[in-house]
């Protein structure tokens, strides 16, 4: 090889480098790809927690550093502090949330009889609030909703998640497998493309992880705020340019329940730091 052919080695390696990991890249090898994938095996289940760099890892473990520490002593308030026109609080009725909300959150999306759907953790709260409180609902998204949601998520740090797939289940569950390995959107895209196919690259600096939703809510230092599952469910499908759903929307919360079954076994890590 002469100089002049060394050189241009040399000036084309770099631009390769860059091109592997390149959105555009990956987005061509996504539209390659069949839609649906099959199922992540349990053994090579990860939470987002295991992509992070140190730094940000260090930030979640470190209650001191954790900025949804904040929000935690807010909902903690929330939750002693008498409301509506009851004029009664949470703690009137479940108690030391330590005890009665150990492993709550790593059930929900659950299922309401009198409704006849699944409710996701902030659904209930609010209709807690609503029926037990006689208090108006927290808006989606507001500091209050997403502090005592944080509150009870945290009781059940470390507990396994387990989502029982029942008769009662199944249907919802089942459309929200299929909204998971749906194409939509300008780009065409399936969440499944993203999270089992390339779950190894990174997209536009940031690792792409297995969308396991084990650290909900949790405090992401893009939106420098904590925010829900749902959030960052609208900021996925605003990112393949899909119409999005309002907060609270059924598909939604099937979309929820099948990513938190498809996590079934992983343990709770609320509140989660992410990039």
């Keep these: 090889m002469d100089r002049r052919q060394r050189l241009r080695a040399d000036r ?15 987005l061509v090898l996504a539209l390659l790809r069949p839609s649906g994938a099959a199922e992540i095996a349990a053994e ?10 140190a ?16 929000w935690l002593l807010d909902g903690e308030a929330l939750w002693t502090r008498k409301d509506g026109a009851a004029g009664v609080a949470c703690a009137n009725c479940h108690g ?10 790593a059930r ?4 309401d009889a009198a409704l006849a759907r699944p409710l996701d953790l902030e659904q209930r709260i609010n209709v807690c609030r609503t029926g037990a409180q006689k208090a108006a609902p927290f808006d989606y998204e507001s500091r209050e909703l997403l502090a005592l949601t944080a509150y009870v998520a945290r009781q059940s740090r470390g507990t396994p998640i387990r989502i029982e797939a029942d008769a009662t289940l199944q249907p919802f569950l089942d459309r929200g497998r299929v909204a998971y390995e749906r194409r939509q959107g300008q780009l065409n895209l399936s969440c499944a493309q993203c999270h089992d196919q390339n779950w190894s690259r990174t997209l536009a ?11 909900y809510p949790l405090y992401r230092l893009e939106w420098q705020s904590l925010g829900s599952l749902q959030r960052r469910l609208r900021n996925c499908l605003a990112g393949v340019r899909a119409e999005t759903y309002p907060f609270g929307a059924p598909e939604l919360v099937e979309l929820e329940l099948y990513l938190m079954w498809r996590a079934r076994g992983m343990e709770v890590e609320t509140p989660a730091v992410r990039p």
């Design 55 to 70: 730094q940000t890892r260090a930030m979640q473990d470190d209650e001191a550093a954790n900025p949804a520490t904040l």
């Design 12 to 26: 084309d390696r770099p631009h390769r480098r860059r091109l592997s990991g390149s959105p555009i890249l990956l």
């Design 44 to 53: 090579e289940r990860r939470s987002g927690y295991e992509f992070m760099s």
């Design 96 to 105: 030391d949330a330590a005890t009665t909300m150990r492993g709550v959150a």
């Design 108 to 111: 929900y999306p659950a299922f």
């Design 205 to 215: 600096g940031n690792p792409i992880t297995q969308a396991h939703p084990t650290g």
